[in-house]
């Protein structure tokens, strides 16, 4: 169920409770990504400190590795990973696109190719709720088909009636106790595409919609566009959900046009390569100019990265291939981002959003290698 606390007055930005078996989520909020049971880098414990009330897994990984019987045994994704709060399952939709060159689309689903050892899977609507069931995820969601951003006209029709189709067969399938699922908008960039599809899943009642086909390598206008699109059809008392987005400057547009969560591999993946974030853009570690720079990655952030190591001994690390250098650069990135959203949801119940996201947009700087790697990292979920 989701609580809808207050609407911002000069924007869209929401303030809400969405409650699930395993606690609430304040919104807006920022999912890190647990592909693979783990969020990469980092434990439960740092997650918690942080401020994470909820994590994304996926259903296509984990049902390949390690398999629902070893998630059975263990008494689902929660106890096999240690983690007590609410967690959000991907269907396996987004592999639709992003694995493309090993599966093959049919009416009741798809066949892929295991991208592990090349074993056939066949992942449809009955089978994507099935696994999400036995994994015991709050918030399921359904499964649907992502095509390219730049995908002809016919292609995108297509992808929408299959998405409403699917979504249909989800609908129907036994869940696990208060278990929620969220419907997935398509449609790329046309608006009658859009709204054809908005409009059908809201008349299926879902219990909250997330709007997909956003950040699959488009420019940031069309993404940003997308959202503006499908935003009005959404029924103001369901959670919004926008899929693998997205930076903090991003993020803030985005909560700025009405949408609740967010998820990306960005925060993690980046600072794998020695790139962190900071509230002016993004920076990477490794170059000379910080070997003698003794500051913390960002002055005034209170993450253990910060309050405990320089610039100059995260650049050591990193360039001598320490693994304690990439765990803090993930540390500081994530926490930026679940601060960013608290400092978000202050704002909306204060009523100095407006004011917050327009001086915060205006200082931020945007990374064109982020940008570039945005399309990559999603791949990862």
Known sequence: MFELLKTDAQTKARLGKLHTPHGVVDTPMFMPVGTQASVKALDPRELREMGAQIILGNTYHLNLRPGLDILRAAGGLHQFMNWDRPILTDSGGYQVFSLAKIRKIKPHGVEFRSHLNGAPLFLGPKEAMAIQRALGADIA?????????????????????????????????????????????????????????????????????????????????????????????????????????????????????????????????????????????????????????????????????????????????????????LRMVSVHNTHLFLKLMAEVRRAIAAGTFAEFYRAFIADYVPSRKILAARHAAKLER
């Not at 809201?202 to 997308?226: C, Q, R, T």
């Not at 960002?298 to 690390?317: G, M, N, V, W």
Request: glycine share 10%; with cysteine; hydrophobic share 40%.
């Open 141 to 325: 969601m359904v499964f649907d088909e992502c095509p390219p951003h730049d995908a002809p006209a016919r292609e995108q029709r297509l992808a929408v009636e299959r998405t409403l189709h699917w979504a249909r067969e989800c609908r129907e399938q036994p869940r696990a106790r208060g278990q929620q699922v969220f419907g997935i908008v398509q449609g790329g960039s046309n608006p009658a595409l859009r709204d054809h599809c908005a409009r059908a899943l809201v008349a299926m009642d879902f219990d909250g919609y997330a709007i997909g086909g956003v950040s699959v390598g488009e420019p940031e206008p069309e993404m940003l566009k997308a959202v503006e699109i499908t935003e009005p059809f959404l029924p103001a008392d369901k959670a919004r959900y926008a899929m693998g987005l997205g930076t903090p400057a991003q993020m803030l547009e985005l909560v700025a046009r009405g949408v609740d969560l967010f998820d990306c591999v960005l925060p993690t993946r980046v600072a794998r390569n020695g790139t962190a974030f900071t509230r002016s853009g993004a920076f990477g570690l490794k170059g000379g100019a910080y070997k003698s720079d003794f500051r913390p990655v960002e002055e005034d952030c209170d993450c253990f990265a910060c309050r405990h190591f320089t610039r100059a001994y995260l650049r050591h690390l990193l360039n001598a291939g320490e693994i304690l250098g």
